[in-house]
């Protein structure tokens, strides 16, 4: 008696569990019945840091995304619908990356959105691939996010690439008439490696010499003054020093150079802009030059009365301005990606594919910008804008384009 | 080798040794292993941001205020309920404060790293014995040496430092003698707080930057050094602090640039091989407290 009780009881949970199994499975498959037959919006899913050491590359840009989502869906969206987009913080967390974008794809994105560097956004790339959803990185800036073989064809990158950077920073300083440069190299990741050596190949064809090379581990603790000391006896004096490293390591390296004396020019990348730099580097410093995205809110000079007006409503729906021109890659982005998404003949993963492959130039509040093609997966030609550092303040020098990347044999599917 | 170079090694060593005496000093009295002194320099650090633009008497004596406050904040809060729990238990509570801590600042203040500007007297220069040497080194020379010199004052000279030297010594033997727990114990703490905010004025100094996870390497730097030295003898964790950065700007100068990137494995195997040799450090006390 008590036993088949017992036993009623069970079978009893296991009915009602399995009921609200059942139900739950129900209304699962509905809804994304639901989602992938009605297609009245494209999802983007944008996975960035909202916080850790790699968060001042992520926010800003995207917070710009969003706005251009706003102002595309207030013009009508894409074709008529709507861009729903869904986020997820990835903390600076190469694992949790692969964990949110995992998530992503499962609630039925059309599209990702990744870090702003190579080493963050891969895990979260791999999993895209193998999912068969294009994945953007906002802008990290090594070459190998822009090959279809190292992380895949489905793998793409919103940003010129610190080859590019490189190139270009070594074009601006030989047209200015620099002969001798010195390369400071940052080995703490991917992008800063890249920025200097081809930094170093661009120099040279262009008939200039490298008269001494040194580099530095890099990350959150710099401290360069062994750096210093070789770089006081290098003979000759160098023109100008290559500073190939990021924020906030990099305005570590520059404020120890300055503050040990040396007066030499410094070039960088772009991974250097920001107000923090300024800070970094206080009121005294002069002769630092970057290759930046653009120049606008804490750097004037640049007339550009589309540039005035994004950072004007960027500031205004944020309130607060960008800090960094990063945030501008954020906003092309999505003009690159609603252009495609425009074009694409539906919303599969490979047919957004094709159309972001076979993407025509843009026009950006910097200019003619071309984005991606079937070999290189990143922006292919973009003016990058000159920032100078003078007495605390930055000012736009000019724009530069690379015209030409040299060949390295290291596989990069945009140079030459 | 250079008068430049000398006092580069030996500015980063004092500071190394620095970290060092901040976390062997607990682990003396306590039998703690602090894995949140990295918090109490961030918090300093924090401080030097915040009053960047007052003079700089006054982010200096914030930085003590705030690196004091943050360690007996932590004291109170969570290592004066473990005092007799053995030294895992403390050990884990430590990373747990270290976890809480770092997690507030970058969810309230520090969601990311921020510049700090740069004094005007620290990009001046002197000659010395023919080199150009900066006022920066120097001062980092001065400041920690100083602090090293005060720190070996109060443990020898002083009725506060024969209580804290006998407490670490044996605690409950201490304790029966009239050391009162309740007030040496607060005491090594804002020591350690004093010591941690005088590391990090120097590392903002240096650095010009502030981030919610900048305290991890100084304060893996004070736990590796103190293992070298000697966990126990203050004397012995000084040392291997000392020797681990005189180590790190030595291998920066020697090292061919493209090995420079491996820098901290050449410094770690020297450690390990060092603690093959001497297990117990390089100048090892008595013993080591185990409550």
Same mark, same amino acid.
């Given at each position: 008696?008590?036993?088949?009780?017992?036993?009623?009881?069970?079978?009893?949970?296991?009915?009602?569990?399995?009921?609200?199994?059942?139900?739950?499975?129900?209304?699962?498959?509905?809804?994304?019945?639901?989602?992938?037959?009605?297609?009245?919006?494209?999802?983007?899913?944008?996975?960035?840091?909202?916080?850790?050491?790699?968060?001042?590359?992520?926010?800003?840009?995207?917070?710009?995304?969003?706005?251009?989502?706003? $102002?595309?869906?207030?013009?009508?969206?894409?074709?008529?619908?709507?861009?729903?987009?869904?986020? $997820?913080?990835?903390?600076?967390?190469?694992?949790?990356?692969?964990?949110?974008?995992?998530?992503?794809?499962?609630?039925?994105?059309?599209?990702?959105?990744?870090?702003?560097?190579?080493?963050?956004?891969?895990?979260?790339?791999?999993?895209?691939?193998?999912?068969?959803?294009?994945?953007?990185?906002?802008?990290?800036?090594?070459?190998?996010?822009?090959?279809?073989?190292?992380?895949?064809?489905?793998?793409?990158?919103?940003?010129?690439?610190?080859?590019?950077?490189?190139?270009?920073?070594?074009?601006?300083?030989?047209?200015?008439?620099?002969?001798?440069?010195?390369?400071?190299?940052?080995?703490?990741? $991917?992008?800063?490696?890249?920025?200097?050596?081809?930094? &170093?190949?661009?120099?040279?064809?262009?008939?200039?010499?490298?008269?001494?090379?040194?580099?530095?581990?890099?990350?959150?603790?710099?401290?360069?003054?062994?750096?210093?000391?070789?770089?006081?006896?290098?003979?000759?004096?160098?023109?100008?020093?290559?500073?190939?490293?990021?924020?906030?390591?990099?305005?570590?390296?520059?404020?120890?150079?300055?503050?040990?004396?040396?007066?030499?020019?410094?070039?960088?990348?772009?991974?250097?802009?920001?107000?923090?730099?300024?800070?970094?580097?206080?009121?005294?410093?002069?002769?630092?030059?970057?290759?930046?995205?653009?120049?606008?809110?804490?750097?004037?000079?640049?007339?550009?009365?589309?540039?005035?007006?994004?950072?004007?409503?960027?500031?205004?729906?944020?309130?607060?301005?960008?800090?960094?021109?990063?945030?501008?890659?954020?906003?092309?982005?999505?003009?690159?990606?609603? &252009?495609?998404?425009?074009?694409?003949?539906?919303?599969?993963?490979?047919?957004?594919?094709?159309?972001?492959?076979?993407?025509?130039?843009?026009?950006?509040?910097?200019?003619?910008?071309?984005?991606?093609?079937?070999?290189?997966?990143?922006?292919?030609?973009?003016?990058?804008?000159?920032?100078?550092?003078?007495?605390?303040?930055?000012?736009?020098?000019?724009?530069?384009?690379?015209?030409?990347?040299?060949?390295?044999?290291?596989?990069?599917?945009?140079?030459? | 080798?250079?008068?430049?170079?000398?006092?580069?090694?030996?500015?980063?060593?004092?500071?190394?040794?620095?970290?060092?005496?901040?976390?062997?000093?607990?682990?003396?009295?306590?039998?703690?292993?602090?894995?949140?002194?990295?918090?109490?320099?961030?918090?300093?650090?924090?401080?030097?941001?915040?009053?960047?633009?007052? !003079?700089? !008497?006054?982010?200096?004596?914030?930085?003590?205020?705030?690196?004091?406050?943050?360690?007996?904040?932590?004291?109170?809060?969570?290592?004066?309920?473990?005092?007799?729990?053995?030294?895992?238990?403390?050990?884990?509570?430590?990373?747990? *404060?270290?976890?809480?801590?770092?997690?507030?600042?970058?969810?309230?203040?520090?969601?990311?790293?921020?510049?700090?500007? !740069?004094?005007?007297?620290?990009?001046?220069?002197?000659?010395?014995?023919?080199?150009?040497?900066?006022?920066?080194?120097?001062?980092?020379?001065?400041?920690?040496?100083?602090?090293?010199?005060?720190?070996?004052?109060?443990?020898?000279?002083?009725?506060?430092?024969?209580?804290?030297?006998?407490?670490?010594?044996?605690?409950?033997?201490?304790?029966?003698?009239?050391?009162?727990?309740?007030?040496?114990?607060?005491?090594?703490? *804002?020591?350690?707080?004093?010591?941690?905010?005088?590391?990090?004025?120097?590392?903002?100094?240096?650095?010009?930057?502030?981030?919610?996870?900048?305290?991890?390497?100084?304060?893996?730097?004070?736990?590796?050094?103190?293992?070298?030295?000697?966990?126990?003898?203050?004397?012995?964790?000084?040392?291997?602090?000392?020797?681990?950065?005189?180590?790190? #700007?030595?291998?920066? #100068?020697?090292? !061919?640039?493209?090995?420079?990137?491996?820098?901290?494995?050449?410094?770690?195997?020297?450690?390990?091989?060092?603690?093959?040799?001497?297990?117990?450090?390089?100048?090892?006390?008595?013993?080591?407290?185990?409550?």
């Amino acid at each position: 008696m008590f036993s088949s009780a017992r036993s009623k009881t069970g079978r009893r949970v296991a009915v009602a569990a399995a009921a609200v199994l059942s139900a739950a499975l129900v209304a699962g498959c509905s809804s994304g019945a639901s989602g992938s037959e009605s297609k009245k919006e494209v999802v983007i899913g944008f996975a960035l840091s909202q916080s850790g050491n790699m968060a001042p590359f992520d926010v800003e840009p995207g917070k710009a995304a969003m706005l251009r989502v706003d $102002e595309i869906n207030a013009a009508g969206g894409v074709n008529g619908k709507k861009i729903k987009t869904i986020s $997820e913080d990835v903390r600076s967390d190469p694992n949790t990356v692969g964990t949110a974008v995992t998530d992503l794809i499962a609630k039925g994105v059309n599209l990702l959105v990744l870090p702003c560097d190579f080493d963050l956004s891969a895990p979260g790339a791999t999993a895209a691939q193998s999912a068969k959803i294009p994945a953007i990185s906002i802008c990290a800036g090594d070459p190998k996010m822009a090959n279809t073989t190292t992380l895949g064809d489905y793998v793409f990158s919103a940003n010129a690439g610190s080859d590019v950077e490189g190139a270009t920073g070594a074009a601006w300083a030989a047209q200015r008439g620099w002969k001798k440069a010195y390369l400071l190299q940052d080995q703490s990741i $991917e992008y800063t490696k890249s920025a200097g050596k081809y930094f &170093e190949a661009q120099f040279k064809s262009l008939g200039g010499s490298i008269v001494g090379s040194d580099s530095f581990p890099g990350g959150d603790n710099v401290d360069v003054s062994s750096q210093i000391l070789r770089l006081k006896r290098a003979s000759p004096q160098p023109d100008f020093v290559y500073v190939a490293s990021w924020n906030p390591g990099g305005a570590t390296a520059i404020r120890q150079l300055h503050q040990a004396g040396i007066q030499t020019p410094i070039v960088g990348p772009a991974a250097l802009d920001g107000k923090s730099l300024l800070n970094s580097v206080g009121s005294t410093a002069k002769d630092i030059y970057y290759t930046a995205f653009a120049c606008y809110a804490y750097c004037s000079g640049q007339k550009s009365p589309t540039l005035d007006k994004f950072a004007k409503d960027y500031t205004s729906k944020y309130g607060a301005q960008p800090s960094s021109s990063y945030a501008l890659l954020g906003y092309n982005m999505v003009s690159a990606i609603s &252009e495609a998404l425009a074009h694409a003949s539906s919303l599969s993963g490979p047919d957004v594919r094709a159309a972001l492959v076979d993407s025509q130039p843009l026009t950006t509040p910097v200019g003619q910008v071309k984005y991606f093609s079937k070999t290189c997966h990143k922006i292919i030609d973009m003016p990058l804008t000159v920032v100078g550092v003078d007495s605390g303040k930055m000012t736009y020098v000019g724009q530069q384009r690379a015209k030409s990347l040299p060949k390295l044999g290291d596989n990069n599917s945009c140079a030459g | 080798m250079s008068v430049d170079f000398l006092v580069a090694m030996v500015g980063l060593g004092a500071l190394y040794a620095l970290l060092t005496i901040g976390v062997a000093l607990l682990f003396g009295i306590l039998g703690l292993m602090n894995f949140a002194y990295g918090e109490i320099i961030m918090a300093a650090a924090f401080a030097m941001y915040l009053f960047q633009h007052s !003079p700089w !008497p006054v982010a200096v004596a914030m930085a003590l205020v705030f690196a004091v406050v943050v360690a007996l904040l932590s004291e109170r809060l969570a290592f004066f309920r473990l005092r007799d729990a053995d030294p895992v238990t403390l050990m884990i509570a430590s990373f747990a *404060v270290s976890l809480a801590v770092q997690s507030v600042a970058r969810m309230t203040v520090l969601p990311r790293a921020q510049g700090v500007s !740069p004094k005007s007297f620290l990009t001046r220069h002197l000659d010395l014995l023919g080199a150009s040497v900066s006022v920066r080194e120097l001062l980092t020379l001065a400041l920690c040496g100083g602090a090293l010199a005060a720190v070996a004052l109060l443990l020898g000279r002083t009725g506060l430092g024969i209580q804290l030297r006998a407490a670490a010594e044996n605690f409950q033997m201490a304790k029966c003698l009239g050391v009162r727990a309740n007030l040496v114990i607060p005491c090594a703490f *804002v020591v350690v707080g004093v010591l941690a905010a005088i590391s990090s004025i120097v590392l903002v100094w240096r650095q010009g930057s502030v981030s919610a996870d900048m305290g991890l390497q100084p304060m893996l730097i004070g736990v590796v050094g103190a293992v070298v030295g000697g966990m126990s003898n203050l004397r012995g964790a000084a040392l291997g602090g000392f020797l681990l950065g005189a180590a790190t #700007t030595l291998l920066e #100068t020697v090292l !061919p640039a493209n090995l420079i990137a491996f820098r901290d494995s050449f410094l770690f195997t020297t450690v390990i091989l060092v603690l093959i040799v001497r297990p117990q450090g390089l100048l090892s006390g008595a013993k080591v407290r185990v409550s």
